[in-house]
């Protein structure tokens, strides 16, 4: 398997700041006949399903809002929140799609 | 708009079989993607148990391969899971979801409600 491991386990951001959320895989998720990373990010929040915010590493899903951007290659990606908002409080969830057999980071819960 | 709404019970005894069905509504689960089962223990993360493609194809989480079994039933296009020989750590929110269709199942586009399994006597 594949295994996922995000940095740091939880942080605390003042509203309009940046939060950055680390996502390292064991292998590189980089598929060289179209070079794409086959990594994604998901938002949950409490008693709610994990909703789908950047797929490829870099694209965002419909609808997401653009303080939303993802970043990396390989082995090493990024999450950045531009500028926090109060509705942004969530765990925040990396997945590897490389392999038949998704993985998921263990998340990374994002406070005010 | 599709939409995925899980049903089964909610109590399921050790050593039992836990069965649970995902109404797909919106889209025919036979016209292509990857339809899926993921899981969340309470207060944990995510876990893939495993998805199946329109054709039939399945992929199981190695971990739980020798226990879990995903078919559909095109005729009520509905999508099923069963884990056999269950334990108090099979205890989560079961989601029914489907993945973008990228060769393997690929990131998760849609995510039903989800239901809460408890393993318990």
């Known amino acids: 398997d594949i295994v996922m491991t995000q940095s740091p386990d939880s942080l605390a951001v003042s509203l309009g700041e940046r939060a950055t959320i680390n996502c390292k895989s064991s292998q590189s998720l980089l598929y060289g006949s179209n070079v794409r990373n086959y990594l994604a990010w998901y938002q949950q929040k409490p008693g709610q399903p994990p909703k789908l915010l950047i797929y490829?590493?870099?694209t965002r899903e419909s609808g997401v809002p653009e303080r939303f951007s993802g970043s990396g290659s390989g082995t090493d990606f990024t999450l950045t929140i531009s500028s926090l908002q109060a509705e942004d409080v969530a765990v925040y969830y990396c997945?590897?799609?490389?392999?038949?057999?998704?993985?998921f980071g263990q998340g990374t819960k994002v406070e005010i | 708009q599709l939409h995925l709404q899980e049903s089964g019970p909610g109590l399921v005894k050790p050593s039992e079989t836990l069965s649970l069905t995902c109404i797909v509504s919106?889209?025919?689960?036979?016209?292509?993607?990857?339809w899926g089962w993921i899981r969340q223990a309470p207060g944990k993360g995510l876990e893939c148990i495993g998805s199946?493609?329109?054709?039939?194809?399945?992929y199981y989480n190695p971990s739980l391969k020798s226990r879990v079994t995903i078919s559909v039933d095109t005729s009520k296009n509905e999508l099923s899971l069963k884990v056999n020989s269950v334990t108090a750590a099979d205890t989560a929110v079961y989601y029914c979801v489907r993945h973008q269709s990228v060769g393997v199942p690929g990131a998760i586009e849609y995510w039903g409600q989800g239901r809460l399994v408890a393993v318990s006597p």
């Open positions: 997945q590897q799609y490389y392999s038949e057999s998704n993985t």
């Open positions: 199946l493609y329109h054709t039939g194809r399945t």
């Open positions: 919106g889209y025919s689960i036979n016209s292509g993607y990857y």
């Open positions: 490829w590493a870099s």
